[in-house]
């Protein structure tokens, strides 16, 4: 049974930092491309970061280039995001994500499973 669980979500004062976790079971994480993807309400499914599957390529949106990092630690089954420097326009939910493929990894069509989500709330 395949399962993706966020955690790390919460409330944070503008100008701090979060560090989410995704722990992935029931399939082969080390195979997988995993990506974060957030979603404020009333917008879409934006993504946040993707990850291949050997930690050797990253891609990150523009709003959050030099803010965030996304890494994995494959011996764990554990995908992460350091998000610094946050901003209340980074309040959302956040999914993790699991893709056979990296490629096209902004495209949240390109995943296969994903997580419930976790709540991330900046205050100004």
């Known amino acids: 049974q395949v399962q993706v669980v966020e955690s790390g979500g919460g409330l944070v004062q503008a100008g701090g930092s979060l560090r989410l976790s995704c722990a992935a079971s029931?399939?082969?994480?080390?195979?997988?491309?995993m990506g974060w993807f957030r979603q404020a309400p009333g917008k879409e499914r934006d993504v946040v970061a993707a990850?291949?599957?050997?930690?050797?390529?990253?891609y990150y949106a523009d709003s959050v280039k030099g803010r965030f990092t996304i890494s994995r630690d494959n011996a764990k089954n554990t995908v992460y995001l350091q998000m610094n420097n946050l901003k209340p326009e980074d309040t959302a939910v956040y999914y993790c994500?699991?893709?056979?493929?990296?490629?096209?990894?902004?495209?949240?069509?390109?995943?296969?499973?994903w997580g419930q989500g976790t709540q991330v709330t900046v205050s100004s």
């Open positions: 029931g399939f082969i994480f080390s195979s997988y491309a």
């Open positions: 994500a699991a893709a056979k493929t990296y490629d096209r990894a902004s495209y949240y069509q390109r995943y296969d499973y």
């Open positions: 990850i291949a599957w050997s930690g050797s390529s990253t």
